[in-house]
């Protein structure tokens, strides 16, 4: 929301000035609403993407329990009222049977009899792709624990894949440490477009608007000068 | 000499033009390296790079 009203008053703010404007002579607010216009654009949408995908995170709890109510039931429906297993099978075995049900993929990890990514049936052994995008969007193959049979194995749902995506666009650890540090700055510019949005903000409330401080000094600006 | 205003008004487009670039190169940077390692991650760290230093670039520029 104040990304989006961000722009919308970016315009307005930025009909007489040149793109990247920085009036470093001129008093503190002027300079901050510089600044807080050039980062603050430069980064929009930059702040979106992160933004939005992050609010997508806040759901991963609630988009786990749709799955595991939905898919994950469904795939183990006819499992749904035995108990844990007496006697679970091998691990390893489950695994060899996932990498061959999907040559191209490598297992990421493995879900337990019982947890919240499996069955009380089942292994889960979720696969995943080689790129980092494909490395994020997991296939479970579900395994039963007692006779080692792969029993059901699919593609997660578009709302599961969502969250997946958003995670890495989120937290931005998904391009080496080079994209990381990149992130880091790009974390503290927007630290800096808050604190001058904030400043500017506080200052309008206070009556000493920027406007009324740009105004003032254009007003100044355009004195006719008198050389000698 | 100082960064001169524009004492001429700019249009919509105008105003947007550099800021559109920008988000663009914002987007080309984030899923590249979402798409592949290697050059994929180059590419990302030059679009998301470039942001950081015009900013630099702009803030700090003696005019």
Known sequence: MAIVSGIVVYEPSMRKLKFGTYRRDRLRVVRWLDVHNLTGIVLVMWMLVVGFTGVINTWAELVIKVWQFGQLAEMTAQYKDKSLPANPGSIESAVQVAIRAEPAMKPAFVAFP????SSKSHYAVFMRGNTPLTAKLLKPALSDAETGVMTDSRELPWYVATLLISQPLHFGDYGGMPLKIIWAILDIITIAVLITGLYLWLRRKSGLSVERVVVDASAADHRPVYTS | MKPMPIH???TTTQIFAVPLLLAILSIVG???????DGAWDGLSWIALGIPIVLCGYFLLKRS
């Open chain 1, 114 to 117: 019982g947890t919240i990514f």
């Open chain 2, 8 to 10: 001429r008004r700019q």
């Open chain 2, 30 to 36: 984030l899923v590249s390296a979402l798409v592949g």
